[in-house]
């Protein structure tokens, strides 16, 4: 199974593509799309569309992975981060994939065993998991991340779903099944 990571950003958008077999996991590729700091918004949304949709054409992922937005201080840079995401998530489910997504916090989770890991954490930790010569750049290595995390994830939620049927009389409180 091939899974795409997406760290959206509207200066940077990092992606990172993996193989997961098994337990094992395989690197294929990562880097980053970027837009010009300059250009009107439409313009820099449409090539972070268009950059994940020649991604998803080259290498065919059979999913994809999505790191949530997170509330800054700043509002204004929330709102355009929350629409370079919109462009990678329209482009993902523009090519019929399902989308995950993960919290940062999630993503350092699974990657370091810590949530508040620092980026060198998590670009020294992903180097190591997929046995990488060298360290991706932070936004790959965060992309990279993120479909680490969908990797690990993935038993979980198909085992959920296998067994959701007899889980009706269950429900969620506070983030855990009662």
Same mark, same amino acid.
């Given at each position: 199974?091939?899974?795409?990571?997406?760290?959206?950003?509207?200066?940077?958008?990092?992606?990172?593509?993996?193989?997961?077999?098994?337990?094992?996991?395989?690197?294929?590729?990562?880097?980053?799309?970027?837009?010009?700091?300059?250009?009107?918004?439409?313009?820099?949304?449409?090539?972070?569309?268009?950059?994940?949709?020649?991604?998803?054409?080259?290498?065919?992922?059979?999913? $994809? =992975?999505? +790191?949530? *937005?997170?509330?800054? %201080?700043?509002p204004?840079?929330? !709102?355009?981060?929350?629409?370079?995401?919109? #462009?990678?998530?329209?482009?993902?489910?523009?090519a019929d994939?399902?989308?995950?997504?993960?919290?940062?916090?999630?993503?350092?989770?699974?990657?370091?065993?810590?949530?508040? $890991? =620092?980026? +060198?954490? *998590?670009?020294?930790? %992903?180097?190591?998991?997929?046995? !990488?010569?060298?360290?991706?750049?932070?936004? #790959?290595?965060?992309?990279?991340?993120?479909?680490?995390?969908?990797?690990?994830?993935?038993?979980?939620?198909?085992?959920?779903?296998?067994?959701?049927?007899?889980?009706?009389?269950?429900?969620?409180?506070?983030?855990?099944?009662?």
């Amino acid at each position: 199974m091939i899974i795409l990571g997406i760290d959206p950003g509207l200066r940077t958008t990092g992606f990172g593509l993996i193989e997961k077999h098994g337990n094992k996991l395989r690197y294929i590729a990562s880097g980053t799309i970027k837009t010009v700091s300059e250009g009107e918004l439409p313009g820099r949304l449409k090539i972070i569309l268009n950059g994940i949709a020649e991604i998803v054409r080259t290498y065919q992922p059979d999913c $994809a =992975a999505v +790191e949530k *937005v997170f509330v800054n %201080v700043n509002p204004q840079s929330t !709102l355009l981060l929350g629409q370079a995401r919109g #462009a990678a998530i329209t482009a993902l489910v523009g090519a019929d994939l399902s989308v995950a997504e993960y919290t940062a916090l999630q993503v350092k989770q699974a990657v370091t065993g810590h949530g508040k $890991a =620092a980026k +060198e954490q *998590v670009q020294d930790m %992903v180097a190591r998991l997929l046995v !990488l010569p060298g360290l991706p750049g932070t936004d #790959a290595a965060d992309a990279l991340g993120v479909a680490i995390c969908h990797a690990n994830s993935i038993d979980a939620l198909a085992l959920i779903g296998a067994l959701a049927p007899s889980l009706s009389g269950l429900r969620m409180k506070r983030g855990r099944l009662v």
